[in-house]
């Protein structure tokens, strides 16, 4: 398991224990998290740099939670 995916479990898991979000937005929270993540990590000197991390960020939130 990637670090990535271990972070995005370990914050699952924490919003999943706050009452206060209702479960169906978690995943929401889990893609703006990835691809966030997936911008700071990558190279962003170009858009289509910067579209391929926002597309990464969004197909390992598919892949993760579903």
Wanted: charged share 15%.
């Amino acid at each position: 398991m990637s670090k990535g995916n271990q972070l995005r479990y370990v914050l699952g898991m924490f919003l999943k224990g706050l009452e206060m979000i209702p479960d169906k937005y978690i995943p929401f929270i889990l893609l703006v998290f990835a691809i966030v993540f997936s911008l700071l990590t990558n190279d962003i000197s170009t858009i289509e740099k910067i579209a391929n991390a926002v597309m990464q960020g969004i197909l390992i939130t598919g892949e993760s939670n579903y």
